[in-house]
Nanobody, 121 residues
Framework: QVQLVESGGGLVQAGGSLRLSCAAS????????MGWFRQAPGKEREFAAA????????YYADSVKGRFTISRDNAKNTVYLQMNSLKPEDTAVYYCAAGFAAGPTVLYNYWGQGTQVTVSS
């Protein structure tokens, strides 16, 4: 199994940038596809971005496409979410997840506890 710990959340102004990190334990990080999800107060958790095991393919929700970039460093057992041009609508708890395939409909087996991102305007 894998344990995930998110970091990098905080308070930023609209139009600003933030980079989230997700550190994974274990020796098999490269075996997992990774995803980022978010949940705003009173709303369902939604898919944001995902990346395949090799990092060769990425997926994005339409709401973040062109603004967010997911990447991974398998040597560091870490996946990142670079968020640019942030909007108040991006305010949510962001969760890192690991699974055996990347994409918005995939069952992710492992989850972090989340990191809060708040965008003010």
């Amino acid at each position: 199994q894998v344990q995930l710990v998110e970091s990098g959340g905080g308070l930023v102004q609209a139009g600003g940038s933030l980079r989230l990190s997700c550190a994974a334990s274990g020796r098999t990080f490269s075996n997992y596809a990774m995803g980022w999800f978010r949940q705003a107060p009173g709303k369902e958790r939604e898919f944001a971005a995902a990346i395949t095991q090799s990092g060769m393919t990425t997926y994005y929700a339409d709401s973040v496409k062109g603004r967010f970039t997911i990447s991974r460093d398998n040597a560091k057992n870490t996946v990142y979410l670079q968020m640019n041009s942030l909007k108040p609508e991006d305010t949510a708890v962001y969760y890192c997840a690991a699974g055996f395939a990347a994409g918005p409909t995939v069952l992710y087996n492992y989850w972090g506890q989340g990191t809060q991102v708040t965008v003010s305007s």
